[in-house]
């Protein structure tokens, strides 16, 4: 059996592309999302992918009313302005209806 291999060193002058993405990746960490979007409605949302696995509760989707299931992934979507809005104001939306959230009317 070979000995283990260390993987090689980064340096610490990261190109200023690298660096932006870092900051991206620790803001999110930070304030827990992984991105903005902006809206059809013009409005920001903080927008965080929710893998299976973290999937725990049953939700409703406010996108086609059904139900996502625990061990489904999806996303959670809340405005990014929340002037004070809490926890209540997260939605869990199955992935698709929330990339067609455009594209629906109302019912």
Request: hydrophobic fraction near 30%; charge should be positive.
């Amino acid at each position: 059996m070979s000995p283990r291999r260390r993987p090689p060193r980064r340096s610490d002058a990261a190109p200023a592309d690298d660096q932006d993405g870092a900051n991206a990746r620790m803001a999110s960490r930070v304030l827990g999302y992984d991105r903005i979007e902006t809206g059809p409605d013009g409005r920001d949302w903080a927008v965080r992918a929710v893998p299976g696995q973290a999937a725990q509760k049953v939700y409703r989707c406010p996108g086609c009313e059904q139900e996502i299931r625990a061990g489904v992934p999806h996303v959670v979507a809340w405005p990014k302005d929340d002037h004070g809005l809490g926890v209540q104001d997260r939605r869990h939306w199955h992935t698709p209806c929330w990339n067609a959230r455009g594209r629906r009317r109302a019912r």
